[in-house]
């Protein structure tokens, strides 16, 4: 029996496992599942900023313009003390100033958030969740999310936001205004 | 292609050599930069950019307080964009610093691996005996290597602990913005002394701004030249040509005469002798951080320097079409200058400055972001700023009406009236349409605005509660000014048009007294000399007529040069800036 060089076996070998892969492919099987957060539980404690293993965290604040206000007077944006309705530091309640102000047309203000900026500390959130609709919320960003089997996040998260879900559903939207908004 | 598929293990020393030291050389630097990244992180992992101490107690103390203290606004900003700065700096460097270890790692081992091909060692035995003890050495070797590396860590850890990204205190920010303010690449105040500024005594005996102190158009000169002649030279004690294009009106402050010019590419501040009409100095301006290459576009009637410069004793300030404002001290030396950014406005930015006590106050209107902006006259660092609902080409005045100052700005739609201090709206009274440039009047505790194709509206000012209030009591929609500024004079508030009328309306209750036709029509503003009323035409005539209800002209006096600017009159004297001279008027010269 011819002995084997480590050039044949790592032929032999790679075609194996490429093989093994382009199989596991082709086979229907088990969705692969992601971390995210889930709006309706989310407390907004802060650890998300945090517990993530990326620095700047993954978790960003997304909004849903659907369900904006557009106040003036806006929980988010402005601290709860703010003396003025500006964009001075004395007033914005984004440690990160990660929230840009837009003037629309009388006292409707658009807001915008800088993922750039956005550390995913959830003050907004918790602020527009408390005097406004709700439009602010936080979602684990897939193109930034390592996806850590035992996400620290996870490991911290007190009310048990962040759980995994379907990768095609990777995302937990809010799109509509509650219904009392509505109403 | 780094396999060693050669079998006859050629040699190729020169080669080796430079892999040799490409090698070493990266292996140097990817040391040096795993330090510099191991201090950084733990810089990082110590920086909190969230809830930073400092920022928390200032903005707790803030909230807490009843008034909007600039010192602590101004603590608060350079806080929280210091910590964010640094925040985002390590991070930048975190990320700079892992890109820089991956090409050195690979610069390293690429020259490991050149350097083993062109030093091809034989397979065999070694042709030396190893000698004594070589495996105990190479052991050691491998333990200084471990060694080697816990004291890199060691150092990187220390180096992190002894150059900490300390946030300034509060006390010591405090102390550096009280050194030097401004933004990065701006021309700012070098040194801070204790410079006390004019108080509203000082100013009236002066002509520091636009219609003189206050900015409404009450001179409070004793008297002023009855006549004079521009073509025999009766009364007129200088004379000097100008080639200086700008539509903005002179300021006075003792012997100095102050305006400014601008072109397409250039700005300027002339300073004038009051007593001969020498000129003193001119300064070119600088450009400043943001100053745009090219020039904003502006109407020929406006100009690049329409807006009336500001003399606030020690210093003068000018603003540009491109929106340039700078500090300047009485020897003409810049103390501190930015550019504010280009205002989007379709004739060109036209707003005077004015300045009270330690506050320099802009009424920047930009289209896309109108504002009204108070910055330290000292530093040009910014106090407070409060937003403006809409734009105009009128300029702020500030009234004292029952011994409290208010800062009256008109625009497109509204009457404001804003605290110095703050910025806090005091009133705001709506009553204007279309493009309002007049500026607002006063007189009798009733604030008066008008624009043509508007109307006119008196708002009578009150206190409530302790704050100022305004309430619109009567309106006027006959012939209305469109460029020039009303004046309040004793009881009546008087209009000039670019149509050649004059129009006296009583202040309390907006009776029409009278109306008169000139010849070409009015831009510079009316001025009010005790119970007189200066109004300089167009054609340079200034017709003197009496605040009453009768129209009684008391004289009319040709200069012989066409005239947009208003008039300054200080110290029983008259200077005026017409299209191609400047002039000092005073009787028995």
């Known amino acids: 029996m011819s002995q084997v060089n480590r050039r044949d076996f790592l032929r032999v070998a790679a075609v194996a496992v490429g093989s093994g892969v382009a199989l596991k492919a082709s086979q229907p099987g088990a969705e692969a599942t992601v971390w995210q957060i889930d709006p309706a539980l989310c407390v907004q404690c802060g650890r998300c900023a945090t517990n993530c293993v990326i620095n700047p965290s993954a978790v960003k604040c997304v909004h849903s313009y659907p369900i904006c206000g557009y106040c003036d007077l806006c929980g988010a944006y402005l601290q709860p003390a703010a003396k003025t309705r500006d964009t001075g530091a004395e007033s914005q309640l984004c440690p990160m100033a990660a929230i840009q102000r837009t003037h629309i047309e009388g006292v409707y203000y658009q807001y915008t958030i800088d993922e750039e900026l956005c550390v995913g500390c959830g003050k907004c959130v918790k602020g527009c969740a408390m005097f406004g609709n709700g439009s602010l919320y936080l979602q684990v960003k897939r193109d930034l999310c390592v996806n850590c089997n035992d996400c620290a996040i996870a490991r911290e998260c007190p009310s048990g936001a962040m759980h995994r879900v379907p990768l095609s559903e990777s995302y937990l939207l809010k799109t509509d205004p509650p219904p009392e908004a509505q109403g | ?589």
């Not at chain 2, 690979?106 to 030396?128: D, E, K, T, Y």
């Not at chain 2, 540009?320 to 004739?347: Q, R, T």
């Not at chain 2, 194709?453 to 006027?476: F, N, Q, R």
């Not at chain 2, 007529?545 to 008259?574: C, H, M, Q, W």
């Open chain 2, 1 to 589: 292609m780094l396999r060693n598929k050669s079998h006859h293990f050629i040699k190729k020393p020169f080669l080796f050599q430079l892999s040799a030291i490409a090698a070493v050389v990266s292996a140097l630097f990817i040391l040096i930069v795993s330090t510099l990244m191991i201090a950084n992180y733990i810089q990082i992992l110590a920086l909190d950019p969230v809830d930073q101490p400092e920022l928390l107690a200032l903005r707790e103390e803030y909230a807490h307080s009843s008034e909007m203290d600039p010192e602590m606004i101004a603590r608060i900003r350079a806080l929280d964009f210091l910590s964010r700065k640094a925040y985002f700096t390590s991070q930048t460097h975190l990320i700079t610093g892992g890109k820089l270890l991956l090409g050195a790692a690979i610069v390293f081992l690429v020259s490991m691996r050149l350097a083993g091909r062109w030093n091809p060692q034989a397979p065999g035995p070694p042709q030396v005996s190893l000698s004594k003890g070589h495996w105990s050495r190479q052991s050691l070797l491998r333990e200084l290597v471990i060694l080697a590396g816990l004291v890199l860590m060691i150092v990187a850890a220390l180096a992190a602990l002894f150059t900490p990204l300390n946030l300034p205190t509060a006390e010591e920010l405090a102390a550096e913005l009280a050194e030097d303010g401004g933004e990065a690449g701006e021309t700012v105040a070098t040194s801070e002394e204790d410079i006390v500024f004019p108080d509203w005594e000082a100013l009236q005996k002066q002509w520091p701004s636009f219609r003189g102190p206050g900015g409404y158009g009450r001179a409070r000169t004793e008297k002023a030249p009855l006549q004079w002649d521009g073509e025999t030279g009766k009364n007129i004690r200088w004379k000097t040509a100008l080639e200086a294009p700008g539509f903005n009106s002179p300021v006075v402050w003792g012997d100095s005469l102050f305006f400014s010019s601008a072109t397409d590419t250039e700005r300027k501040i002339h300073c004038y002798d009051t007593e001969e009409g020498e000129l003193k100095w001119e300064l070119q301006l600088p450009a400043f951080p943001g100053t745009p290459d090219t020039p904003p576009r502006v109407s020929d009637d406006t100009g690049h320097a329409a807006p009336t410069m500001v003399v606030h004793y020690p210093f003068v300030y000018a603003i540009f079409a491109n929106g340039d404002l700078v500090c300047c001290d009485f020897s003409g030396e810049v103390v501190w200058g930015k550019n504010l950014g280009v205002p989007e406005n379709h004739y060109g930015h036209s707003s005077s400055l004015i300045a009270w006590e330690e506050l320099l106050y802009i009424q920047f209107d930009d289209k896309k972001n109108p504002r009204l902006t108070a910055l330290n006259a000292q530093t040009g660092n910014v106090v407070w700023e409060t937003k403006r609902k809409t734009i105009s080409w009128a300029s702020p005045s500030i009234i004292l009406h029952e011994n409290r100052p208010q800062l009256i700005l008109a625009s497109e739609k509204d009457v404001d009236s804003y605290n110095l201090s703050n910025g806090a709206l005091y009133w705001s009274v709506e009553c204007l349409d279309g493009e309002v440039a007049p500026s607002p009047a006063w007189t009798k505790a009733h604030v008066f605005v008008g624009q043509d194709y508007s109307i006119a509206t008196a708002i009578k000012l009150s206190e409530e509660g302790g704050t100022p209030a305004g309430e619109a009591v009567w309106e006027w929609d006959d012939s209305l000014t469109d460029i020039a500024s009303p004046v309040g004079a004793q009881d009546y508030f008087i209009m000039a048009t670019s149509r050649g009328e004059i129009v006296c309306l009583d202040a309390l209750t907006g009776e029409d007294h009278w109306l008169e036709d000139y010849d070409d029509g009015f831009h510079a503003s009316p001025i009010s000399v005790g119970d007189l009323v200066y109004a300089l035409e167009t054609n340079g005539d200034m017709h003197i007529f009496k605040a009453s209800s009768d129209y009684e002209l008391v004289a009319r006096n040709a200069l012989g040069d066409k005239a947009s600017a208003t008039p300054a009159f200080v110290n029983n004297r008259i200077y005026l800036r017409t299209h191609a001279y400047l002039w000092c008027v005073e009787e028995g010269s």
